[in-house]
């Protein structure tokens, strides 16, 4: 008997501490989560494939129109260049022929070079959502591509936009 209350004369002490520190650590102290604050962010790439979902390769240059939603402004500098836009493929040039003014972006691409690039993601931009604000889907935006060339090895250029359509995907950051 004697050792058991001396076991329990120890363990006393750890207890109290133990519980002590489950009160404090389980109690939020009636603060908010803080969800409210987080700033959530829309990434939308654009990019092009071939209708029979081959891979091209040759492609020479790409003209397509998006119609943004009516909220989803993009901020833009002072000559109307949107500032959240990032090419994709090494060398793609979309500043020489961009045109916003909202809710209409047109983007012209072509490599700086005048190379040929691959079908694929092409650019993307981003736009943050204010408070409240749903991802936008798909669908709330129209995509029409205006014109696809391809260059081939003798370096003839065609128009092959029938070839082709546009793609966009959506996430949020």
């Known amino acids: 008997m004697t050792i058991t209350i001396k076991h329990l004369s120890k363990l006393l002490p750890l207890l109290l501490s133990f519980s002590l520190l489950l009160i404090v650590t389980a109690c939020g102290g009636g603060g908010d989560d803080g969800e409210e604050d987080l700033v959530?962010?829309?990434?939308?790439?654009?990019?092009?494939?071939?209708?029979?979902?081959?891979?091209?390769?040759?492609?020479?240059?790409?003209?397509?129109?998006?119609?943004?939603?009516?909220?989803?402004?993009?901020?833009?500098?002072?000559?109307?260049?949107?500032?959240?836009?990032?090419?994709?493929?090494?060398?793609?040039?979309?500043?020489?022929?961009?045109?916003?003014?909202?809710?209409?972006?047109?983007?012209?691409?072509?490599?700086?070079?005048?190379?040929?690039?691959?079908t694929g993601n092409l650019i993307s931009f981003s736009h943050t959502l204010q408070s409240g604000e749903a991802l936008p889907l798909p669908g709330d935006f129209q995509l029409e591509l205006i014109e696809v060339s391809e260059i081939s090895d003798n370096g003839d250029v065609t128009i092959q936009t029938l070839n082709y359509g546009a793609t966009l995907t959506i996430e949020e950051l």
């Open 40 to 118: 959530k962010t829309a990434k939308m790439t654009l990019g092009i494939q071939r209708i029979d979902h081959s891979q091209g390769t040759n492609v020479g240059s790409v003209a397509l129109k998006i119609t943004l939603p009516a909220a989803f402004v993009l901020q833009s500098d002072s000559n109307g260049i949107p500032t959240n836009i990032t090419a994709l493929v090494t060398g793609l040039n979309f500043q020489q022929g961009i045109n916003y003014a909202h809710p209409m972006l047109t983007l012209s691409l072509i490599k700086e070079d005048a190379t040929a690039f691959p």
